[in-house]
Nanobody, 123 residues
Framework: QVQLVESGGGLVQAGDSLRLSCEGS????????MGWFRQAPGKEREFIAA????????VYADTMKGRFTISRNYGDSTVYLQMNSLKPEDTAVYFC????????????????WGQGTQVTVSL
């Protein structure tokens, strides 16, 4: 199992950009697929993007394509989520998660989760 800590959230204005980081620890972290999810108040957790252990494969939710980019460098302990042209509806708690199944999309396939980082987008 790996331990995950997100950072980089905050309060921004509509149109701004943010880069979230997810620091992983644990001997096998580099071999896990990683994903980003978000959860807004009163809504279900929503898949954003996932990346394979090598970084060669990525998958995005259709609604997230174009503005969000997931990345990692092979061997590094950090996964990133670049978010551009942020909108008020992007306001949520953002979570990173690790999966032994690679770049998958279902929350149930991720066995380790971070505590989340709050992103608030104002008009």
């Amino acid at each position: 199992q790996v331990q995950l800590v997100e950072s980089g959230g905050g309060l921004v204005q509509a149109g701004d950009s943010l880069r979230l980081s997810c620091e992983g620890s644990g001997r096998s972290f580099r071999y896990y697929g990683m994903g980003w999810f978000r959860q807004a108040p009163g809504k279900e957790r929503e898949f954003i993007a996932a990346i394979s252990w090598s970084g060669a494969n990525t998958v995005y939710a259709d609604t997230m394509k174009g503005r969000f980019t997931i990345s990692r460098n092979y061997g590094d302990s950090t996964v990133y989520l670049q978010m551009n042209s942020l909108k008020p509806e992007d306001t949520a708690v953002y979570f990173c998660a690790a999966s032994v199944k690679g770049a998958v999309t279902r929350a149930a396939d991720f066995g380790s989760w971070g505590q989340g980082t709050q992103v608030t987008v104002s008009l």
